[in-house]
């Protein structure tokens, strides 16, 4: 793309609201807007990442045999009372939807409210399972004080995995490939280093639900982390586990700050019992249908990313999930800056192209550094009289200087 | 896709309130379900449909420089004041968001009040115009009664590209390009020749505005077509026109029903004097933004292709918004079947392999019918003995025979 038609700038100038370091970042670079607590818009740049993410999250959705669907944001507030979920949720983060010709709908703020009567429609005998449906939608929560930029927002899209199963061993089975799943999806995402399987509170639903938290000093959260198992348990519980290792009882863990980035829950038949879902099983006898459910947010898990891949001089994205891989930079050379784009262009890379005329180099230096390309390649007079161009790793000092020819095997290896 | 996965079935079972038509194929078929008035959920096979025009919009949008970002559904109910229209939308269609720990946001029903105030951060030169930016994203109406099936929801996904000038004449310019590129997405979908440019009211904003109506006796609105000159006027402003066509000045224009599968709308300074929307123009003198706004709903547009592309058997899908461009079905053939599937999923044929072993032909056929991908193939005891296998196009009752290879090759011809 060239950067003289990308209607965002960088900015210097945020809300002084904006405390937490991922929203400064993604505002100055106009990755996102925030139009009031809670409440962003992803912006070109923004979506980019959004869509590198959302496009991870749905090819291993799609291994773990999940089938993409849509559901509605809105729905009737039976569907809550018939949970039992309607009071909990309205005297907290459950918004209204009101209007002069509807009543009694409200947001969605997780779906089991619409996924379990859904099934019900279509799930009769034990040979419809398993099955696995998962989708891409809003979701609203009037969280009282959002102060954490994207991390926490009243409106944001998750992707939520539901599974529906005979029996709890086949729960426990896929449970387990999605917990690999999700794995896949941290690593590929650039945070799987830093995120580790916590054991947290099962709620009324089993013992233990898993998170994926992130360690990071923005996050909410705070767990206690053996090295030695690569597990954490969240303070939440970490009384009843009287301060142990859930898998080794080592008492010595390490007290971290962190980020839930994801969380697998087995259900069992909290929601099936009450919307009477059920299958015939082997004998032909009715069995209640067992559940899980499987969230990421994406806007969470973006500015998780960007909390652990900053500098002072701004965002250092992983090549997964860059808003493109290279930043092309012409110093006044922008007819073959040009020839150079098209190529990589035709190659298959991801280029923002600096073409702009009227801006000096140190703000263009300033600039990809603060958006944060993994790559980036500088055109100037001196680099094309030696018929070369330069280039540097977004994260290292190192600057080289290479062939074209060279520079577009480098990006494509 | 193996039929044997996917969840849903075709149903007979359908709401009494489904009066429509689209509802009533898209329900059946498994391709949508109905949670309440005029909200659906969209299942793995309506949702192929909604993202194969999701993206002939994308293409088309690329194409006259739209720039896609996302915009929050939330929005402050100031930002409405600020236009004049929470009066008016708050009598009307507009959904507040209320809970206990937020006060006044409402849901949007279009952006205007999100884009021009989010446009004012980047824009403050004619040279930052003109621009383009367009999202795909939720819009909340509270309909009073809907009862048009996915025509007309109270919650849909909306196309709305929102365009900035420094000038009349800059609009009027992009306006046609708009134009030519709306006509390109209802060609594309199918739709094309029943759909023609229409007059209609252009609010407190400019004379006309345009829609784009579809010949349908499901359509909730009634225009005057002009055959000689291809146009229409809506009946909303036919009085104002004489009765007469707004090209051609003839009087004998037919009356028709017709379904609005897009608008477009020159919204000059209606908002950006709202909120303030200016630039420097070359005098260095400050100049109000000049707006248009271009929408397509795509639940509306896809049960428009409904309503017009179906029997009594089903629904008749276009070939690029078809959920599959192949049901493949096997009468008790299930292995070679199998290796024909994975011969046409290799060569990138879009395949729903009817694979499900306790199903008869009778009912196989009708299914496919109802879910009326565009071609059938069938492989059996006889198609199989004689090396062949048998193809029908969704439209027509004449049944071929030919051998794999030249399957292949028809398939992707």
């Known amino acids: 793309m060239y950067q003289s038609k990308l209607f965002t700038k960088t900015t210097k100038n945020i809300s002084q609201e904006e405390q937490s370091r991922n929203a400064q970042l993604l505002v100055r670079g106009g990755f996102v807007d925030r139009l009031t607590a809670g409440v962003y818009s992803f912006l070109p740049l923004g979506l980019r990442v959004m869509k590198k993410i959302e496009n991870i999250i749905r090819e291993e ?57 859904l099934m019900k429609k279509f799930v009769s005998s034990y040979k419809d399972l398993p099955l696995a449906v998962y989708q891409f939608q809003d979701k609203f929560r009037a969280e009282p004080r959002p102060k954490s930029g994207v991390l926490r927002g ?58 994926f938290q992130t360690l990071t000093e923005a996050g909410e959260d705070i767990i206690y982390l053996c090295r030695d198992c690569q597990v954490a348990v ?35 038949t909290r929601f099936s019992d009450s919307f009477n879902l059920t299958v015939l099983n ?7 249908v067992i559940m899980g459910c499987y969230g990421i947010g ?19 994205w992983p090549e997964a999930v ?3 891989k290279v930043h092309l930079i012409s110093l006044d050379q922008n007819e073959n800056a040009n020839k150079l784009y098209q190529k990589l262009i035709e190659a298959g890379v991801e280029v923002l192209f600096d073409d702009r005329e009227s801006v000096g180099a140190g703000q263009k230096f300033a600039e990809a550094d603060l958006i944060g390309c993994p790559w980036r390649v500088v055109l100037s007079q001196k680099t094309t009289t030696a018929g070369q161009v330069e280039i540097k790793s977004r994260g290292d000092e190192k600057v080289e200087y290479i062939t074209e020819e060279a520079l577009v095997k480098k990006l494509l290896g």
Chains 1, 2 share one sequence.
């Open 61 to 117: 959705m799609n291994k773990v045999d999940g089938q993409e669907i849509f559901m509605p944001a809105l729905c009737p507030r039976e569907n809550y009372d018939k949970t039992d979920r309607y009071e909990i949720l309205a005297g907290d983060i459950l918004f209204h939807a009101e209007s002069k010709h509807t009543k009694n709908l409200v947001l969605n703020q997780s779906h089991e409210e619409v996924i379990t009567p």
């Open 154 to 211: 009243r409106e944001f899209i998750m992707k939520d995995l539901y599974s529906f199963h005979i029996s709890q061993d086949d729960l426990d089975i896929y449970y387990d490939k999605v917990t690999d799943a999700y794995r896949r999806i941290f690593d590929r995402s650039g945070v799987g280093k830093e995120t580790y399987l916590t054991y947290a509170s099962g709620g009324s639903f089993s013992k233990y639900s898993h998170e």
């Open 234 to 268: 969240n303070k939440e519980i970490i009384e009843d586990q009287a301060g142990k290792c859930p898998l080794c009882a080592k008492e010595e863990l390490e007290q971290l700050k962190s980020a839930e980035v994801g969380n697998i829950f087995k259900l069992g």
């Open 282 to 288: 082997e004998k032909g006898e009715s069995s209640p």
């Open 298 to 316: 994406l806007q969470r898990l973006m500015g998780t990313i960007v909390e652990i891949f900053n500098d002072d001089k701004g965002i250092i």
């Open 322 to 324: 860059a808003p493109f």
